[in-house]
């Protein structure tokens, strides 16, 4: 533990050039793969017609199924005890740039983190109890934006491509094997 309270972690080695990184520097990685919180006219690329409010609680969705794959591969690829570091830093990036910037909709920061919680349950009881696919969660969270109102059914089929686009969970998984 640091003189200022806060533990301080021994760094992870990263294969690639042997270079440390710490849990810190693994997470700002991480942030920097995600994709950017969507906006309207990003939407109507994919032929998504939207409001600036409905693209960020689409962007909220999103976000949420890419934490649900990152947290599952450091929990796969990362040693237990530099999980949490790595979740934290992570946690507190999103926060501080996204989150506080109001890029990812309406509600404090606590009640998404519940709301997270909840969606990661159904993304993880469809993969570890079903047997689900990477695309059939993606199915998953397109229902969940079109049952609230956000996208209409006609448009689950572009949705469903832009999930693709902007939630690569094996590229998570691939980031963090190379860390340890």
Same mark, same amino acid.
Not at 163 to 178: C, F, K, N, T, V
């Given at each position: !533990?640091?003189?200022?309270?806060?533990?301080?972690?021994?760094?992870?080695?990263?294969?690639?050039?042997?270079?440390?990184?710490?849990? %810190?520097?693994? =997470?700002?990685?991480?942030?920097?793969?995600?994709?950017?919180?969507?906006?309207?006219?990003? $939407?109507?690329?994919? #032929?998504?017609?939207?409001?600036?409010?409905?693209?960020?609680?689409?962007?909220?969705?999103?976000?949420?199924?890419?934490?649900?794959?990152?947290?599952? %591969?450091?929990? =796969? *690829?990362?040693p237990q005890k530099?999980?949490?570091?790595?979740?934290?830093?992570?946690?507190?990036?999103?926060?501080?740039?996204?989150?506080?910037?109001?890029? $990812? #909709?309406? #509600?404090?920061?606590?009640?998404?983190?519940? @709301?997270?919680?909840?969606?990661?349950?159904?993304?993880a009881r469809l993969?570890?109890?079903? #047997? !689900?696919? *990477? !695309? %059939?969660?993606? %199915?998953?969270?397109?229902?969940?934006? @079109?049952?609230?109102?956000l996208v209409t059914?006609?448009?689950?089929?572009?949705?469903?491509?832009?999930?693709?686009?902007?939630?690569?969970?094996? @590229?998570?998984?691939?980031?963090?094997?190379?860390?340890?």
């Open positions: !533990m640091r003189d200022d309270g806060t533990l301080q972690y021994a760094p992870l080695t990263f294969t690639k050039g042997r270079q440390l990184v710490t849990p %810190a520097e693994a =997470a700002a990685a991480l942030f920097q793969m995600m994709p950017q919180p969507l906006s309207a006219p990003q $939407l109507e690329e994919y #032929g998504i017609e939207a409001t600036e409010d409905h693209a960020r609680h689409i962007a909220r969705e999103i976000l949420s199924l890419n934490l649900y794959w990152i947290l599952a %591969a450091i929990d =796969a *690829h990362i530099y999980r949490a570091a790595i979740r934290d830093a992570l946690f507190q990036r999103i926060r501080t740039e996204w989150w506080e910037q109001q890029r $990812l #909709g309406p #509600g404090t920061w606590e009640e998404y983190r519940k @709301e997270l919680d909840e969606r990661r349950a159904g993304y993969v570890d109890q079903e #047997g !689900m696919s *990477h !695309m %059939a969660v993606s %199915a998953e969270a397109a229902s969940l934006i @079109e049952d609230q109102g059914p006609e448009d689950r089929q572009k949705l469903l491509v832009l999930l693709i686009d902007y939630a690569p969970a094996a @590229e998570y998984g691939q980031l963090l094997d190379s860390v340890g």
